[in-house]
């Protein structure tokens, strides 16, 4: 599997082939503008190929849940997952799941490897 990574000013960016994984920096509010270098860099990646996104919460921060309204009107992203344990951002990504297009197409994992296997089936 090709893996290439970037650091960014609020957190790092992995691509694995079709998927695109971003683990965010403590404390920050992840918004609009941040959500929308991430959005650029997987137009730059992956032009119009089917793509997913996952977040990798492995980090404690906040959430404007109005992103998934802007990343709902990408074509090309497919499917979004959150890998988090934490009940609290289990319980907020319900609320963010509501904001996504296609809620079957939006879940929520407690490892990285789910989110990928699942993100893989996707994808297909």
Do not use: C
């Given at each position: 599997?090709?893996?290439?990574?970037?650091?960014?000013?609020?957190?790092?960016?992995?691509?694995?082939?079709?998927?695109?994984?971003?683990?965010?920096?403590?404390?920050?509010?992840?918004?609009?503008?941040?959500?929308?270098?991430?959005?650029?860099?997987?137009?730059?990646?992956?032009?119009?190929?089917?793509?997913?996104?996952?977040?990798?919460?492995?980090?404690?921060?906040?959430?404007?849940?109005?992103?998934?309204?802007?990343s709902?009107?990408?074509?090309?992203?497919?499917?979004?997952?959150?890998?988090?344990?934490?009940?609290?951002?289990?319980?907020?990504?319900?609320?963010?799941?509501?904001?996504?297009r296609?809620?079957?197409?939006?879940?929520?994992?407690?490892?990285?490897d789910?989110?990928?296997?699942?993100?893989k089936?996707?994808?297909?």
């Open positions: 599997m090709i893996k290439s990574a970037l650091e960014l000013e609020f957190g790092s960016v992995t691509f694995l082939e079709k998927i695109q994984i971003a683990e965010l920096n403590e404390g920050i509010l992840f918004d609009i503008p941040h959500n929308q270098e991430l959005l650029e860099l997987a137009r730059k990646r992956f032009s119009n190929m089917p793509y997913g996104y996952i977040s990798n919460r492995v980090n404690s921060y906040s959430v404007n849940p109005m992103i998934h309204l802007e709902a009107n990408v074509p090309n992203l497919i499917a979004i997952a959150i890998v988090s344990t934490n009940p609290v951002v289990k319980q907020n990504s319900i609320i963010e799941k509501q904001f996504f296609n809620s079957s197409s939006f879940e929520v994992f407690e490892t990285l789910e989110a990928v296997n699942w993100m089936h996707q994808l297909i």
